[in-house]
């Protein structure tokens, strides 16, 4: 059983930066698919930006280059770097992995392993 820890989250104000961490059980270079997700109350959930084992990135086009998805196997750790925040960014902030592909990396059903999220607040 693969387990996912989010953390960095927090409340910031508009224009200001996070960079979120999720920490893997296993050996991080070993999934396919790699991906941070959103969801804001009654909203559904969607793709933020993902990263393959190739480490080709794709990205919301609501990022508009705000933000950075990259991982670090020596740590087992995914990262998110968001910078430029907007009150729109708010929601609950997951990751997700996988080792197996079976579309695109970008796609929310690709994945089987989740974290518990991270809340991430803007302030305007």
């Known amino acids: 059983q693969v387990q996912l820890a989010e953390s960095g989250g927090g409340s910031v104000q508009a224009g200001g930066s996070l960079r979120l961490s999720c920490a893997a059980s296993?050996?991080?270079?070993?999934?396919?698919?790699m991906g941070w997700f959103r969801q804001a109350p009654g909203k559904e959930r969607e793709t933020v930006a993902s990263?393959?084992?190739?480490?080709?990135?794709n990205y919301g086009d609501f990022v508009k280059g705000r933000f950075t998805i990259s991982r670090d196997n020596a740590k087992n750790t995914l990262y998110l770097q968001m910078n430029s925040l907007k009150p729109e960014d708010t929601a609950m902030y997951y990751c997700?992995?996988?080792?197996?592909?079976?579309?695109?990396?970008?796609?929310?059903?690709?994945?089987?392993?989740w974290g518990q999220g991270t809340q991430v607040t803007v302030s305007s």
């Open positions: 997700a992995a996988d080792f197996i592909r079976r579309g695109y990396c970008s796609s929310k059903t690709e994945y089987n392993n």
């Open positions: 296993t050996y991080t270079g070993s999934f396919i698919c």
């Open positions: 990263i393959d084992s190739d480490d080709r990135t």
